[in-house]
């Protein structure tokens, strides 16, 4: 299928392509990377073909894109070609008897799980926001809060198709064509593009998710509740002071949940329904939360950010259990609109570092102590358990991740960009490693040293046989493997 | 006290790839394109610019001077990227301005500096040839590369078009009527942009410059007042760029003076040998 034709295509001569094409500028999820590029929206395999094609004949560079919300440059492409994935986004088949679900790759995880939470399924893995799509979940190899038993979402894939840019389909699963399906899935779009997508869903048997949560009150108990408490659960995540100093560093909270059994929720026939998973979109039934994150901005500096981490430290020291929504519980990042518009003009970025249980405490110690000292506090901390996974470009490790969110203003850039370079040494020499939806500032030195020069070369040689042409390359890309 | 703030932040520019290394959050880069770089008060503005954060692409005619000032930028450790091109190769522009924008990894901003001044030689001299490689360079060659742009930034809806313009452009005169019409041409063609670009975001900068200090002056005949170098003039067109103004004069001087001559009336201007 081919879409409206346009006359004026800025600089793209018009006779080769039916496509609609825009000189668009466009942006991080921080808000706080901007660049323009040579927008395409693509709506079949025919129309990706068509595009692959035409940026080739007039030596452009090509990067699909979702719905663009990784902190970093990985859907961006300055000057070149932006391939815009939403428009192929129909659930192609569902099968509620056992649970596997074939997608287009522009189908949202909001798409998804609404789709498939009324039959009592729920994806396998999910981010903090229901906002991806699957292709930039497999291109990232998303991890969620059960990472340390479920691993990454490419663990759940059980088939996919892709594009290459020389305009072949393939068909990948973990036996077929195996290579290629651990290196497509973590591969960020350099191999090739998604086209659809095979996922096994996980069964729930109510909509709600029984949760516990209580306060930990140094980084040593928060890292060690994380070890000991998650093999009782199947989701488990930290929330991180990152403002609390001296003994009190690293305290913080656990929220740690557990899918109900049959049976253990008297209301499952109700709180099964959709409706009931919606995030509710006002404050206290009263204020529209889209309206909150204004109301949030004043306390976006460093005193500001105290005070709240305080407040909802001393606020979590009530050990609790609770039952909420799965789609609360999951999608946090959603529950305020617009969160990232209160970091304002700046924007944020966020650090990630993956590090083994062994090294994490002091490492982390040292790297919080020091955003201290140079007056560059994290404005949120993030823990998380993790264990190892076989992908080619995999982030994770028998251990635990951090992100930490900072505030990008004109004045703090130079000197977050030294600290950020010395988080890079810290986590490098401790083992660690960074993840590439996350980060935007690791240079292409400490990829190559945290990835390995096996896992690099593999890439290498994978990227010359699927993209002879070197066709595929983002901002990302350029900026670690160039 | 912040510690030692490290050294090995990224570069913009990689000589050994001879490429534009992609913006970050934290090292964002603003990119343009000074289209007449070589000499004069294009290679003054790109001076300025590299300082100013930005990463450049460089064009004009002649490659020894254009790598020269290239190199020149890049020692330390700025970024710039040399092209060379002839404005009036007109069919070369969008394909050379499509590699450009790819190879900066976007566009913020573009500087048409390019111009020749061919006079005829006397009041009552008059040659064709001058007067049309005038229009072909500074205007038609202003319109082939600043129409594309125009419509990029529209659409990014984001940018910043500066085209040096002259006071020559301001009223006919007796000594050089080709240049005259080129520059009162560029000058119109610069306002009818900014009347459709502004609504969309994007900011037009025409600079009249008087007379500044450079190979051009030789061409200028008789007293040359107000003479400035073009380093002045590069420093106060950055400054009026960073504050988005609309038009400029340099020195500003001849904002009244050029006030003064457009309001003589015809039948005393006429009468003048200026």
């Given at each position: 299928m081919t879409v409206s034709f346009k006359e004026t295509v800025i600089l793209l001569?018009?006779?080769?392509?039916?496509l609609s094409t825009q000189y668009k500028r466009l942006e991080n999820f921080g808000h706080s990377l901007q660049t323009s590029c040579y927008h395409i929206p693509v709506r079949s395999t025919g129309d990706l073909s068509e595009a692959f094609q035409f940026a080739k004949k007039l030596g452009l560079k090509v990067t699909a894109r979702g719905t663009?919300?990784?902190?970093?440059?990985?859907s961006l492409n300055g000057g070149g070609v932006v391939l815009?994935?939403?428009?192929?986004?129909?659930?192609?088949a569902w099968d509620p008897a056992s649970g596997v679900v074939r997608c287009e790759s522009g189908v949202t995880l909001e798409q998804l799980w609404q789709k498939v939470e009324p039959d009592g399924w729920w994806p396998p893995v999910v981010s903090?926001?229901?906002?991806?799509?699957l292709g930039g979940c497999l291109g990232a190899n998303i991890h969620g809060k059960n990472n340390f038993q479920a691993g990454p979402i490419g663990e759940h894939v059980t088939e996919f198709t892709a594009m290459l840019p020389t305009g072949a389909l393939v068909t990948c699963t973990p036996k077929k064509n195996a290579d290629l399906f651990y290196a497509l899935?973590?591969?960020?779009g350099m191999l090739g593009v998604f086209t659809s997508i095979t996922l096994k869903m996980k069964r729930i048997h109510s909509g709600l998710i029984s949760v516990d949560a209580w306060h930990a009150s140094d980084l040593r108990r928060q890292l060690g509740d994380l070890v000991e408490h998650a093999p009782e659960y199947d989701y488990i995540v930290g929330w991180l002071d990152t403002t609390a100093i001296g003994k009190r560093l690293g305290r913080g909270q656990i929220h740690a949940a557990r899918s109900l059994e049959e049976?253990?929720?008297?209301n499952a026939a109700e709180t099964i329904q959709l409706k009931f998973q919606h995030l509710p979109d006002r404050l206290f039934g009263v204020?529209?939360?889209?309206?909150l994150h204004y109301f949030m901005s004043p306390f976006m500096n460093n005193l500001g950010v105290w005070g709240v981490n305080t407040a909802k430290y001393v606020s979590a020291l009530r050990h609790h259990t609770f039952r909420q929504s799965h789609a609360a519980f999951h999608f946090l990042l959603d529950y305020?609109?617009?969160?990232?518009?209160?970091?304002?003009?700046g924007g944020l970025i966020q650090y990630q570092s993956f590090l083994p249980k062994e090294t994490a405490e002091d490492a982390w110690r040292v790297m919080i102590q020091l955003s201290h000292r140079r007056g560059l506090p994290s404005y949120l901390g993030v823990t998380k358990r993790h264990r190892p996974d076989k992908f080619l470009f995999t982030h994770a490790v028998d251990g635990f991740s951090l992100a930490m969110d900072f505030k990008v203003t004109d004045r703090n850039r130079a000197r977050l960009s030294a600290m950020l370079q010395e988080f890079d040494r810290i986590v490098l020499d401790a083992g660690g490693r960074f993840y590439f939806a996350k980060n935007?500032?690791?240079s292409a030195e400490s990829t190559r040293r945290f990835l390995g020069a096996e896992a690099v070369s593999k890439f290498n040689k994978l990227k010359k046989r699927c993209d002879p042409n070197g066709l595929l390359e983002s901002d990302l890309y350029r900026r670690l493997f160039l | 006290m912040p510690e030692i703030i490290g050294?090995?932040?990224?570069?913009?520019?990689?000589q050994t790839q001879g490429r534009f290394v992609p913006a970050t959050p934290l090292t964002p880069r603003r990119r343009g394109i000074v289209i007449?770089?070589?000499?004069?008060l294009g290679a003054e503005l790109a001076r300025l610019l590299v300082r100013e954060g930005y990463s450049l692409a460089l064009i004009a005619r002649r490659k020894e001077k254009l790598d020269a000032i290239c190199r020149e930028l890049n020692a330390n450790d700025q970024a710039a990227r040399a092209y060379i091109h002839?404005?009036?190769?007109?069919?070369?522009?969008p394909a050379l301005l499509r590699k450009i924008v790819a190879d900066l990894g976007g566009l913020d901003l573009v500087v048409f500096v390019a111009a020749v001044n061919l006079p005829?030689?006397?009041?009552?001299k008059y040659n064709f040839e001058n007067d049309r490689t005038m229009i072909e360079v500074n205007l038609l060659g202003a319109m082939a590369w600043l129409h594309p742009i125009a419509e990029m930034f529209q659409s990014a809806r984001a940018g910043q078009i500066v085209g040096i313009s002259s006071?020559?452009?301001d009223r006919g005169r007796v000594g050089n009527p080709g240049n005259n019409v080129s520059k009162a041409g560029l000058t119109t063609y610069l306002e009818a942009l900014r009347n459709r670009l502004t609504r969309h975001g994007v900011n037009v900068l025409t600079v009249k410059p008087g007379?500044?200090?450079?190979?051009?002056?030789?061409?200028?005949?008789g007293p040359t007042p107000f003479s400035i170098d073009p380093g002045r003039a590069a420093d106060v067109i950055v400054r009026a760029m960073k504050k988005r103004k609309q038009v400029i004069y340099t020195a500003s001087i001849w904002r009244w003076i050029m006030l003064a001559i457009q309001h003589t009336p015809s039948f005393i201007f006429r009468r003048l040998s200026f």
């Open positions: 001569p018009t006779m080769t392509l039916n663009g919300i990784s902190y970093n440059d990985a815009d994935m939403r428009g192929m986004n129909q659930i192609l903090g926001t229901m906002k991806t799509t899935i973590s591969g960020l049976g253990e929720d008297s204020m529209p939360k889209s309206f305020v609109p617009d969160w990232e518009r209160s970091f304002g003009r935007s500032e690791t | 050294s090995d932040s990224p570069k913009p520019f990689d007449g770089a070589s000499d004069g002839d404005v009036s190769e007109y069919d070369k522009v005829p030689g006397g009041m009552d006071v020559a452009g007379f500044l200090k450079t190979e051009m002056l030789k061409a200028a005949m």
